[in-house]
């Protein structure tokens, strides 16, 4: 069970018409039902991957299985000549641009002249039944000429001799962060870092459905996270116009920013314009790990410097993260690790040089967190740390150096909106910890009697399920040791520097049946957010009217741009906000005296206006000092963890996460609870067990038997209190909710599991043989040196 604490706002009046009982109980503030949830729990949902045509047809890939060589030649003749293949495409039949990008156009729709990583597409076919598809894509005979393989990154950003990837070197972006100059310090810690590469694990694998259109066009259903950008990726591609590349969204079964990027959706279109037949394309489980992009792995090092009562003098840093084959949102991720790579603490002395580069690894991109994610692990360990060399509490280190409102970020930026984070410390360290574990039962002789009557037994035994090892039964409580762990962590809120980052939405509002009803229309993706509902909230909200229904998110509306960055709330929800006030206005001036809105509405007709919101600029980090404005808004969250530990098996179990978090304003309090618990999951799975193993560039399990992911025996009670302090430069005051809990739980199971063993533990996911092979102690880590 979790507890809840939702504060209300403080020192802000409500803004007039902004009353979550206007017009309806299920309006901004409610725990609205989700119009979507009944149909997922009951499996009645369609979700992309259930889409159907009558006379469809099935597309298949052929996948490389090097991460690097050049391609001598392809020949499809044998898929061709297989019964029912109606297609099998190469490079050469792309009819237009043959690269794509969401920052650099440089991957292949199909591979040209060589392969960059393991699994990049080389062909693709249709054909009449899945199965012919798949053996259609085996029989493509393709001659490679295996290539040295680019997969040290330390290699490929700083050696002169390393192969290029691409042709201008393995360098993506370098952003240093330059603040003062005093790099001395009395007490000096110092460490290296390692994130492994984490997997977003969505359940519905990647999938949609292609339809030729009689205006020479193409329709397609999809599931992703942004349908403008893949339209405009798509059409010039297919030599196209953009209007004439028609998307709609399909059921989304999670993203967690792996659908940001292409997948199938070029290779569906062009195998629907070839065949003139609806294509239909499923990824299986091992061709999704495949087929989108992953967390940046990161290496670091950092350097922290502090007065002996703990107050931070400087902070020293390098943030190498492997982008893979292609470019993907690896810029981005660069500008939010180097931005936010010294965390939510005052440092006067700040010297950062964060790195993306390429490398035949696996195409990294956008996950959960985005760059933030990986910084916070290093930064949140130097601190505890620092607390141990100055004797603090891992608390009372982070009070001590700890943002507030008007502090500067190493960018230069100020904090403008609250950031109570010395007082969320404060009130999750007062948070009751869970009970102590119970101890093994001292061993009782077959032959002893009974006790008397009145007299104490020996005690029982553990409840072996709340053990580390579970229901393997691993342990009977001997070797478990207990620790507790704190991480706090700050993440910006919607895109930054620079980039214009606005949506668009259209609220119409008519007589339905002789009842006033709404109908908002955006591209906004529903990815399992909830998003849906907080539309229907807002409109009820602003309009005072009950019946509210959400169109099918498409490209007839103006973009509404990603469902990533925690930002959708904050941009699309001030797109509605705003054309619903454009539509209130309009109903107030046809409105006559004492007549309702029913009464106008059937008078007039129908209202429909059209909303776009903007947030306040941001801008580019300086490319030398790393200085500017770069962020529209940051969120903070805490969390504590308590853990227990078989120190001789290495296995872990996470007792119980506790956290506290700043969400500006809450929309929907059920919906943020989960929100939270979600994020907080996917920290716990990056702390403890979820990496894409690639040696030599080759992924080792691409598959849920072999990556693991937390399920219901993994995750812990959560204690959860929501601040609702309202960021006055955001609609209704929100701040974005979705990332913030992914970074700070990480550090905060990682503390535990070295509170509880011992040892310095510098890499996440922290494996079993970490813990059991004692050689890794506080007093000999090999990963302590100085720059």
Not at 58 to 78: K, M, Y
Not at 396 to 408: L, M
Request: charged share 20%.
């Amino acid at each position: 069970m979790s507890g809840t604490e939702t504060r209300p706002d403080r020192g802000q009046s409500r803004e007039r018409g902004h009353d979550p009982g206007v017009g309806h109980d299920l309006g901004v503030g409610r725990s609205a039902p989700r119009p979507d949830g009944t149909l997922k729990v009951t499996g009645e949902f369609a979700y992309s991957s259930d889409l159907y045509l009558a006379d469809m047809v099935w597309g298949a890939t052929l996948r490389s299985p090097h991460p690097s060589a050049r391609i001598r030649s392809v020949d499809v003749g044998p898929a061709l000549a297989m019964p029912g293949v109606l297609a099998a495409l190469t490079c050469e039949d792309v009819p237009g641009e043959r690269f794509y990008g969401l920052d650099r156009r440089d991957q292949p729709v199909l591979a040209t002249d060589r392969v960059r990583y393991q699994g990049e597409p080389v062909a693709i076919v249709a054909a009449d039944h899945p199965e012919r598809a798949r053996r259609a894509a085996e029989a493509i005979v393709v001659d490679y000429e295996v290539t040295e393989a680019v997969v040290d990154p330390r290699r490929a950003a700083f050696d002169p001799s390393c192969p290029a990837v691409h042709d201008g070197g393995n360098v993506v972006r370098h952003q240093p962060v330059r603040v003062g100059g005093d790099f001395t310090a009395p007490v000096v810690v110092t460490g290296e870092y390692e994130v492994g590469m984490q997997d977003q694990a969505f359940l519905g694998p990647e999938s949609g459905l292609a339809v030729p259109a009689e205006d020479g066009g193409v329709d397609l259903f999809v599931a992703t996270q942004w349908l403008h950008a893949d339209r405009d990726q798509i059409a010039p591609c297919l030599g196209l116009p953009p209007e004439l590349v028609r998307l709609t969204l399909a059921g989304v079964g999670g993203a967690f920013g792996a659908r940001e990027d292409l997948s199938m959706q070029v290779h569906a279109c062009m195998l629907a314009l070839r065949t003139g037949r609806p294509v239909k394309m499923v990824y299986g489980r091992e061709e999704s790990f495949f087929g989108h992009v992953h967390r940046h792995p990161a290496r670091m090092r950092y350097e922290h410097g502090a007065d002996r009562d703990g107050r931070l003098r400087y902070v020293r840093a390098e943030i190498l993260l492997d982008g893979g084959a292609y470019c993907s949102s690896t810029p981005a991720v660069v500008g939010n690790a180097a931005s936010l790579g010294v965390g939510p603490y005052e440092a006067p002395n700040v010297w950062i040089d964060a790195y993306g580069v390429y490398t035949n690894n696996p195409p990294c991109g956008a996950m959960r967190g985005f760059g933030a994610v990986q910084a916070c692990f290093a930064y949140e360990s130097q601190m505890d740390r620092l607390a141990e060399a100055c004797g603090l509490s891992p608390v009372e280190i982070r009070v001590r150096n700890a943002v507030s409102q008007g502090s500067r970020l190493v960018t230069g930026q100020v904090i403008d909106s609250p950031a109570p984070l010395a007082d969320m410390l404060r009130e999750l360290a007062a948070m009751p910890l869970p009970p102590e574990p119970s101890r093994p039962a001292a061993a009782v002789p077959e032959s002893a009697d009974p006790p008397e009557p009145g007299t104490a037994g020996p005690p029982d035994p553990p409840d072996l399920l709340d053990l580390p090892g579970g229901v393997a039964q691993t342990t009977h409580g001997e070797g478990v040791r207990r620790g507790v762990g704190y991480g706090v962590g700050i993440k910006n809120i919607c895109f930054s520097e620079g980039f214009d980052d606005h949506s668009t939405a259209r609220v119409r509002v008519e007589l339905l049946g002789g009842e006033p009803h709404v109908l908002v229309h955006t591209a906004a993706a529903e990815v399992g957010q909830g998003l849906v509902t907080v539309q229907e909230q807002i409109a009820r909200t602003e309009l005072g009217v009950g019946l509210v229904t959400v169109a099918q998110a498409d490209t007839t509306v103006g973009s509404a741009g990603s469902s990533s960055a925690s930002r959708q709330s904050y941009v699309t929800g001030g797109a509605v906000r705003a054309a619903c006030r454009a539509v209130r206005e309009r109903l107030g001036a046809l409105r006559a005296d004492g007549e309702t809105l029913a009464e106008t509405l059937e008078r007039a007709g129908p209202v429909e206006e059209t909303g776009i919101y903007r947030h306040r600029p941001t801008f580019p980090m300086d490319p030398v000092t790393g200085q500017g404005d770069s962020h529209v808004q940051l969120a903070l969250c805490v969390h504590r963890a308590v853990v227990d530990v078989d120190v001789e098996l290495g296995l872990v179990k996470v007792v119980e996460l506790a956290a506290v978090q700043d969400v500006g304003r809450v929309l929907n309090p059920l919906a943020l609870e989960g929100q939270i618990h979600g994020g907080s999951a996917q920290g716990l799975g990056l702390a403890l067990m979820e990496e894409v193993q690639v040696s030599g560039g080759r992924v080792l399990n691409p598959s849920f038997t072999d990556y693991l992911i937390p399920t219901i025996l993994d995750m812990p009670p959560m204690r959860l209190s929501v601040l609702a302090n309202p960021d006055p430069h955001a609609p209704y005051g929100l701040r974005g909710a979705g990332e913030p809990p992914t970074l700070s739980s990480t550090p905060a199971v990682a503390a535990a599991v070295r509170a509880a063993t011992g040892l310095r533990l510098p890499r996440v996911p922290i494996r079993p043989h970490d813990i059991a092979l004692d050689g890794n102690r506080y007093g000999n880590w090999a990963g302590d040196r100085s720059f």
